[in-house]
């Protein structure tokens, strides 16, 4: 897993990464480590925690959480602090895209399933975090968000609603975290080469997901999808102290999507 991180701007630093084994907390949880943070790895799927968790070593802990939950949000946090003695970031990532579907046929629990994971969720993580990081003197919050919290897109309404509703937790959450040192931002991908693109594109055109995938980027200047290793970049760089004066932002990494 180690790669030549140019820096180590996360030395001694330890970490809270939700949807840790998916494509972009994987490539954010291995940035981390190779920036010199301690990370705590949150998921569902207890293998792919611990298979994820060995790759990294003693740098690694790891929890089965639901972000749903208040009560594995609260422990997830508590491993920290057990493991390490201390929480200074948190990257508030988990996500699921729901199914693809028009409004009117989009049923009211898939439309509330997209909300508990992707709003619930993130508040869950926020009400953990923020004391946790009061307590230690102050720290950095980064969730995912997506261009899909800054516009539209058909047939995602349910998963466009929880990411524009994000920003707007993560900004009461900068505006209350400002006088305790606390920094919280948004990252707002384009599209990403992971699993979740994958089902999207499937799920728009399940006949032709390729067709689908070429649809998709036309609207991206760029002409390709993120690498999730672009995204754990610029998650990076918030969390680490070169970002001291970046709070309540929207960070776009869209190939010029959102410039259109
Ligand atoms: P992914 O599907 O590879 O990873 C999502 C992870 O979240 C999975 O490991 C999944 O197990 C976990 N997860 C789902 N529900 C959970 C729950 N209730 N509790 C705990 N963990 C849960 O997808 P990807 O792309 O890595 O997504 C990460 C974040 O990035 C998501 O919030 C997604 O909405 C966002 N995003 C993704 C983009 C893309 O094109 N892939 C673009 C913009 C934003």
Same mark, same amino acid.
């Given at each position: 897993?180690?790669?030549? &991180?140019?820096?180590?701007?996360?030395?001694?630093? #330890?970490?809270?990464?939700?949807?840790?084994?998916?494509?972009?907390?994987?490539?954010?949880?291995?940035?981390?480590?190779?920036?010199?943070?301690?990370?705590?790895?949150?998921?569902?799927? &207890?293998?792919?925690?611990?298979?994820?968790?060995?790759?990294?070593?003693?740098?690694?802990?790891? +929890?089965?959480?639901?972000?749903?939950?208040?009560?594995?949000?609260?422990?997830?946090?508590?491993?920290?602090?057990?493991?390490?003695?201390?929480?200074?970031?948190?990257?508030?990532?988990?996500?699921?895209?729901?199914?693809?579907?028009? +409004?009117?046929?989009?049923? %009211?629990?898939?439309?509330?399933?997209? +909300?508990? #994971?992707?709003?619930?969720?993130?508040?869950?993580?926020?009400?953990?975090?923020? %004391?946790?990081l009061r307590r230690g003197g102050g720290g950095a919050i980064t969730i995912t968000s997506s261009t899909a919290g800054l516009r539209?897109?058909?047939?995602?309404?349910?998963?466009?609603?929880?990411?524009?509703? #994000?920003?707007?937790?993560?900004?009461?959450?900068?505006?209350?975290?400002?006088?305790?040192? +606390?920094?919280?931002?948004?990252?707002?991908?384009?599209p990403v080469e992971t699993r979740m693109m994958r089902s999207i594109e499937a799920g728009a055109r399940p006949d032709d997901p390729?067709? &689908?995938?070429?649809?998709?980027?036309?609207?991206? %200047?760029?002409?390709?999808?993120?690498? %999730?290793?672009?995204?754990?970049?610029?998650?990076?760089?918030?969390?680490?102290?070169?970002?001291?004066?970046?709070?309540?932002?929207?960070?776009? &990494?869209?190939?010029?999507?959102?410039?259109?």
């Amino acid at each position: 897993m180690a790669s030549n &991180a140019a820096t180590r701007r996360l030395d001694g630093a #330890v970490a809270l990464i939700t949807g840790a084994t998916g494509g972009i907390g994987r490539a954010t949880a291995a940035r981390f480590v190779d920036e010199g943070a301690r990370v705590v790895l949150a998921d569902l799927d &207890a293998e792919a925690l611990s298979d994820l968790a060995a790759a990294f070593g003693p740098s690694a802990a790891w +929890i089965c959480a639901d972000v749903t939950e208040e009560e594995q949000n609260r422990a997830a946090v508590a491993l920290a602090l057990e493991r390490w003695s201390r929480i200074d970031i948190g990257v508030l990532n988990a996500g699921i895209e729901g199914r693809v579907a028009a +409004i009117d046929e989009l049923a %009211p629990a898939d439309f509330d399933r997209v +909300i508990a #994971v992707n709003v619930r969720g993130v508040f869950l993580g926020l009400a953990q975090l923020l %004391p946790a990081l009061r307590r230690g003197g102050g720290g950095a919050i980064t969730i995912t968000s997506s261009t899909a919290g800054l516009r539209g897109a058909a047939g995602l309404a349910a998963y466009t609603a929880s990411k524009h509703a #994000v920003i707007g937790l993560m900004k009461s959450a900068a505006l209350e975290g400002a006088p305790h040192n +606390i920094r919280v931002n948004t990252v707002n991908p384009a599209p990403v080469e992971t699993r979740m693109m994958r089902s999207i594109e499937a799920g728009a055109r399940p006949d032709d997901p390729d067709g &689908a995938k070429t649809k998709f980027l036309t609207g991206i %200047p760029l002409k390709r999808y993120g690498r %999730p290793e672009e995204i754990a970049a610029l998650i990076a760089f918030l969390s680490s102290d070169e970002a001291s004066f970046c709070t309540g932002g929207i960070y776009t &990494a869209d190939g010029g999507t959102m410039a259109g």
